[in-house]
């Protein structure tokens, strides 16, 4: 059975929803049966996003607003999908009380509701490789150390706990995937949008923060979207976490390759050898607990970073 039919005739709420991951797993459910509503704090964003159903409905708010646990405990959704919150760990550096307040107050807050509706909600929370820090090995598996080396990887690992315990204290239901390097359409920051951004502005060379043997898990968004839905659908919803990567160690520099290979042919590049504060060297994940469950990658980072050059060619063309 598809794992899609577990959300036929669901109430489900994406947050998030305008965001880069959010967007796109609202977008896989909205023609899958299932009564969603996606919410955002930006309503310039919310108008930019899926529509074209009376399944679908927009609430532009915050978390943080008042009246949004009340407005939680009387819809009574049977799925929440928390992908809001800060997803930059540089800011997380710079101001930690904001990112404290957006990624662990703010869902804690949501958690609490959902623990005061009474509803069999299921809550699948967004966490992070961050949580890792720098591993002591490769690849990591869910079960290794846990050392985060920024405050936004501290938030979600306190996430995590949270909901672990309200899952064994109080009966709630929910998982926590750890995602690693997600990449593709409609994701405007991060290493690949930042390059494709540099190398569009034609520079007589390209010059790449960090060094390029360091490594990161890369993974399409398509897959990663088909990851959570697994985990939805199949996994263990008593405040599991599951990691969510290719499996694969790749180099910064052979990212760098494919795109300067699909954008600018011979460009020079330089690398500045320097490691922004909170970034960890190395990271693979171990994807063992989310294969068995009958999920694989099916797209390669090659094929990945071309569909992503396509999408921002055509969003500037």
Not at 19 to 34: D, N, S
Not at 146 to 173: D, F, H, Q
Not at 220 to 232: C, M, T
Not at 268 to 293: F, S
Request: charged share 15%; glycine share 8%; proline share 5%.
């Amino acid at each position: 059975m598809s794992v899609t039919n577990t959300f036929v005739g669901k109430k489900v709420l994406v947050t998030g929803a305008a965001g880069f991951i959010g967007g796109h797993v609202a977008a896989a459910l909205a023609g899958h049966g299932c009564h969603l509503t996606m919410l955002d704090r930006n309503d310039a964003h919310a108008k930019a996003g899926v529509l074209g159903s009376s399944r679908i409905f927009w609430k532009v708010t915050s978390i943080l607003a008042p009246d949004f646990p009340s407005w939680l405990v009387e819809e009574q959704f049977d799925y929440v999908l928390h992908f809001a919150g800060n997803a930059n760990v540089a800011q997380s550096v710079q101001d930690p009380e904001h990112d404290f307040d957006v990624n662990v107050r703010a869902s804690v807050a949501m958690l609490e509701a959902i623990r005061r509706s009474g509803a069999p909600t299921v809550l699948l929370y967004a966490s992070s490789a961050a949580v890792y820090g720098n591993p002591s090995r490769l690849p990591i598996a869910e079960q290794d150390a846990t050392v985060p080396i920024s405050p936004y990887g501290v938030g979600k690992l306190a996430m995590e706990r949270y909901l672990a315990v309200y899952c064994r204290l109080y009966g709630v239901r929910g998982a926590s995937v750890r995602m690693f390097s997600p990449f593709g359409p409609r994701l405007r920051k991060q290493i690949v949008f930042d390059l494709m951004q540099r190398i569009a502005s034609r520079p007589a060379a390209l010059d790449v923060s960090g060094r390029p043997t360091q490594t990161r898990d890369f993974i399409y968004i398509e897959d990663v979207v088909s990851a959570i839905l697994h985990v939805l659908g199949r996994g263990a919803l008593d405040g599991t976490t599951y990691n969510i990567g290719r499996g694969i160690q790749t180099p910064i520099s052979e990212v760098v390759g494919h795109l300067v290979a699909a954008m600018s042919p011979g460009l020079r590049v330089n690398y500045q050898h320097e490691v922004m504060p909170g970034y960890p060297d190395n990271w693979q994940a171990n994807i063992d607990r989310v294969t068995a469950l009958g999920w694989q990658p099916q797209v390669s980072l090659a094929e990945g970073i071309l569909r992503t050059v396509e999408w921002y060619e055509h969003e500037h063309s």
